[in-house]
């Protein structure tokens, strides 16, 4: 099992007619519990980013970099989200 949560701010750089580009700031919060093999609870990791937000009428592709705050670590990752349906 495994409690997650995030917490993000975007700020808009410019628009157009079928959406528009933003950058955003991040906090991700993970812990792990019961996990395989009867290990302890993991401790409670911590990251903290930025990327780059551009929106279509598909959808939404994002780039991110983020670092962990406990552990270290950079990351760099790429994702799409299709549009909300109507």
Avoid: C, K, N, Q
Avoid at 19 to 26: K, N, Q, T
Avoid at 29 to 57: E, I, M
Wanted: hydrophobic content about 40%; aromatic content about 6%.
């Amino acid at each position: 099992d495994m409690l997650r949560g995030s917490l993000e701010s975007e700020r808009p750089l410019g628009r157009w007619l079928a959406g528009g580009v933003s950058i955003a700031g991040f906090v991700d919060v993970a812990r792990a519990w019961r996990r395989l093999g009867g290990l302890a609870p993991s401790r409670v990791y911590v990251d903290a980013g930025g990327g780059l937000r551009v929106r279509g009428a598909g959808g939404i592709v994002r780039l991110d970099i983020a670092h962990g705050l406990r552990g270290g670590g950079t990351r760099v990752s790429a994702g799409w989200g299709g549009a909300w349906p109507r």
